[in-house]
């Protein structure tokens, strides 16, 4: 069955403390592993798409990294305007397109 | 370019009322999904379509229909709204790849 695990539940950060979150998977045939941030009260805005084991994103202070079992979502000195809310998902194989997600670590960077 | 809009954004029923949440999106996407999202328990699928005229069900579907008559629009229902049903829609479009999803929909069943 696939399932996606995420860690931590919530961060607290300073800001300018670098960290990361973690997205562990399972997945029958990998199509793509998408990081969105969600903002209270708002959908979620996709972030990075990962295709393959060792691809690297960046946008900004965040990174977004590959293996075969799971993802790091590095944010470098953080503002408190990247408080949020981080989903991982995952796409197996199948032509449905579906996408299966993780519970999400809700992130607040204090000044 | 508007993206994925849904309507309404807020809504209150009483249990056994039934409505019809709205999705429209402009990107000409082939794939459509509902998800409903609730405190501790993430995103969760209701049901999708891959195709103007398809459906299929998702994780959670008890309780909810859907139509796709036009390509742009996916329409939820509920027919006999439930408390348990008390969540937040979020309506979201695809072509495989990545979603892109909207607003949501905030629903409150008393």
């Known amino acids: 069955e696939d399932q996606v695990t995420q860690s931590p539940e919530a961060l607290r950060l300073q800001e300018g403390e670098s960290s990361s979150l973690n997205c562990s998977y399972t997945?029958?045939?990998?199509?793509?592993l998408f990081w969105y941030r969600q903002d209270p009260g708002k959908g979620p805005e996709f972030l990075f798409t990962?295709?393959?084991a060792g691809e690297e994103k960046e946008k900004e202070r965040l990174k977004a990294t590959l293996t075969k079992k799971e993802s790091f979502l590095h944010i470098t000195a953080p503002k408190p305007e990247d408080s949020a809310t981080y989903l991982c998902?995952?796409?197996?194989?199948?032509?449905?397109?579906?996408?299966?997600f993780g519970q999400g670590t809700t992130l607040q960077v204090k000044p | 370019n508007a993206g994925v809009t849904q309507t309404p954004k807020f809504r209150v029923l009483k249990t056994g009322q039934s409505m019809t949440l709205l999705c429209a999106q402009d990107?000409?996407?082939?794939?459509m999904y509902w998800y409903r999202q609730d405190p501790g328990m993430g995103l969760r699928l209701i049901h999708y379509?891959?195709?103007?005229?398809?459906?299929a069900k998702g994780e959670v579907p008890d309780g909810y229909n859907v139509s796709r008559l036009k390509k742009q629009n996916f329409l939820l229902g509920l027919e006999s709204a439930a408390p348990s049903q008390t969540s937040v829609y979020f309506c979201?479009?695809?072509?495989?790849?990545?979603?892109?999803f909207g607003p949501g929909t905030r629903l409150t069943v008393l």
């Open positions: 979201a479009s695809s072509e495989m790849g990545e979603q892109f």
């Open positions: 997945v029958s045939g990998l199509r793509g």
């Open positions: 990962l295709y393959s």
């Open positions: 998902a995952v796409q197996g194989s199948g032509n449905t397109g579906k996408l299966i």
């Open positions: 990107m000409n996407h082939e794939y």
């Open positions: 379509s891959v195709g103007e005229g398809t459906t």
